[in-house]
C-alpha cells in the first residue's frame, strides 16, 4: 500500500535520532584537515542595516562581539539601529536577558556611512539587496579598504559568489554566509565554499556559526545554493497545478496538511507578490503578472494578494484571484484536472527531492543528510517528515522517480537526476 504523505515518514523514534544524528554529521567538514588554524574574529563590520543587516549584527552583538554597520543614508542607520533596540528591549522585557543587557548590547553596536571603518575588522558581511554589479562594487572597495586576512563574506542567498570573489585579489578570503530571514532568529546558516576559499576560512565560518548559536551546513556555489535550490523546484509543479485548474488555497491546504506552517502561495503574499515585478512588467510568473495588475493587490501587506485579508491579517480564499486563475487556465492550453491532495503533495515534493539528488551529484552538499538540516532549520520541513532526503528513502525512490519522470513532461525545467535513476537501478538509499 503506498504511504499517504501526511503521514509520519518513519517512527517518532527513528526520526529523531536520525535528525540528532544529521544535525551533529553536519560540523564535520570532509577534507578539512585536522588542526586547521582558525582566525581570531575580534571585530565584525556588516554592510546594511535593514532587515538583514540588522539580524547578522544582534548575532554578534548577543555574543560579545563589537560590530561596525555602514549604510548609505544617516536615516536608514538610525532607522536599523532603532529596530535592534526594540528587539533587544522587546527581548528583555520578557525576561529572556536582564535589562541592564539591553544597553550592554547596543553598546557593542557602532555605525557609519563610510566603509573605510571595516580597516580594522577581522570578518565583513555585506547585506545589500541582490544585485551583482552592486555586490562587486562593494566587494572591490572592501579589498582595498580591509586589512589583510580579513574575511569577506556575502549574504547573497542565490548569486555567484566565485563573480564576486574574481574582482578581490584575495578570492581565498571570500565566503558566503547565508543567513535567514530573521537572521537573529532563524537558526540555519548556509556556509558557502567558493572555488578559492580557504580551509582556515571554512574552519573559521563553522567556529564562529556554533559560537553565534547557528546550525551550519556547508555548501557550494550554485543558483540558490541547497534551500533556495531545492525551493524553486517546489514552486514550478505548484504553478503548473494552476495551470491545470487548481486554486492557490487547495494547493496550500495540501501543504499545511503535510505539516509546513506555509504553502507557497501563502509564503509569496507573506512576502509580497511585487518582489521582482513592477507595473505593466512579464516576468516568468504571469499569473503572479495578472494578480499584482489588480491594484492593490500585493500580498498581505495591501490586505490583498493570493488570498483577502482583514485587519488581523486573517486569510479567506478571493473570488477574483478564482476568477484571474480559472482565466489563466483557460488561456494556458493545458488540460483541466482535479488534483487530489496526494496528488498536489507528490507532484511539488518529490521534484524537490529530485533535486537534492542533483545537488549531490554535482558535489554542492556534502551528504544527503546535510540537505534535511537545511530544510529542517530554514524552511519549516515538518519534523515527522525527517527532511525531503529521508521522506524519499521512505516513500520509495521508485515511487519519486515515476512521479518526477511524469512531472518533467509538463514542466521543462524539472530534470530527472541521473543519481535518483542510479539510485533506483542499484535499490540505494540517501539517508542509510
Not at 562593494?138 to 542565490?158: E, Q, V, Y
Not at 564576486?164 to 532568529?185: E, M
Not at 494578494?305 to 492550453?333: C, F, H, M, Q
Request: proline share 5%; charged share 20%; aromatic share 6%.
Amino acid at each position: 500500500m503506498t504511504q499517504s504523505l501526511t503521514a509520519a515518514a518513519a517512527p517518532a523514534s527513528e526520526i529523531s535520532t536520525y535528525i540528532a544524528a544529521a544535525a551533529k554529521k553536519a560540523w564535520e567538514v570532509e577534507g578539512l584537515p585536522a588542526g586547521t588554524p582558525v582566525k581570531p574574529i575580534a571585530k565584525v563590520g556588516v554592510i546594511g542595516a535593514g532587515t538583514m543587516g540588522g539580524g547578522i549584527s544582534m548575532n554578534f552583538a548577543t555574543v560579545g562581539v563589537p560590530v561596525h554597520i555602514v549604510e548609505t543614508q544617516q536615516a536608514a542607520l538610525d532607522r536599523g539601529l532603532g529596530v535592534i533596540a526594540r528587539n533587544y528591549q522587546t527581548s528583555a522585557d520578557k525576561g529572556r536577558f536582564p535589562q541592564e543587557e539591553v544597553g550592554m548590547r547596543m553598546g557593542l553596536l557602532t555605525g557609519g556611512l563610510d566603509l573605510s571603518a571595516f580597516a580594522d575588522c577581522d570578518l565583513v558581511i555585506e547585506a545589500v539587496f541582490e544585485d551583482m554589479a552592486v555586490k562587486k562594487e562593494i566587494f572591490t572597495r572592501l579589498d582595498a579598504i580591509c586589512k589583510p586576512g580579513a574575511i569577506l563574506a556575502t549574504n547573497t542567498s542565490a548569486l555567484d559568489i566565485n563573480e564576486i570573489a574574481s574582482v578581490t585579489k584575495r578570492p581565498q578570503d571570500v565566503i558566503g554566509l547565508h543567513f535567514f530571514s530573521p537572521a537573529n532568529v532563524m537558526k540555519l546558516l548556509e556556509i558557502v565554499r567558493a572555488k578559492h576559499t580557504s580551509d582556515e576560512v571554512i574552519a573559521t565560518s563553522m567556529d564562529l556559526a556554533r559560537k553565534i548559536g547557528k546550525v551550519a551546513v556547508l555548501v557550494g556555489v550554485c543558483p540558490g545554493f541547497v534551500g533556495n535550490r531545492i525551493l524553486y523546484k517546489r514552486g514550478q509543479p505548484a504553478q503548473h497545478l494552476l495551470k491545470q485548474g487548481a486554486m492557490p488555497w487547495e494547493i496550500d491546504a495540501a501543504f499545511n496538511a503535510f505539516g509546513f506552517k506555509m504553502g507557497p502561495f501563502q509564503m509569496s503574499d507573506l512576502a509580497g507578490l511585487d518582489i521582482g515585478w513592477k507595473q505593466g512588467a512579464r516576468t516568468g510568473n504571469p499569473l503572479r503578472d495578472m494578480i499584482c495588475e489588480r491594484t492593490p493587490r500585493r500580498g498581505q501587506k495591501s490586505g490583498a494578494g493570493y488570498y483577502d485579508y482583514d485587519a488581523n491579517r486573517l486569510a479567506t480564499p478571493s473570488p477574483e484571484v478564482a476568477a484571474i486563475v480559472k482565466e489563466y487556465a483557460t488561456a494556458s492550453g493545458v488540460a483541466q484536472r482535479k488534483a487530489t491532495q496526494e496528488d498536489i503533495l507528490a507532484e511539488c515534493i518529490f521534484p524537490m527531492i529530485n533535486e537534492g539528488a542533483a545537488i549531490l551529484d554535482e558535489g554542492m552538499a556534502q551528504r544527503a543528510s546535510d540537505i534535511d538540516v537545511v530544510w529542517l532549520n530554514g524552511y519549516g520541513w515538518p519534523a515527522d517528515k525527517g527532511g525531503p532526503m529521508f521522506l524519499g528513502d521512505h516513500v520509495g525512490l521508485e515511487r519519486v522517480l515515476e512521479v518526477c519522470e511524469r512531472v518533467s513532461k509538463d514542466v521543462p525545467d524539472i530534470k530527472v537526476s541521473a543519481l535518483l535513476r542510479r539510485m533506483v537501478k542499484e535499490g540505494g538509499r540517501f539517508t542509510g
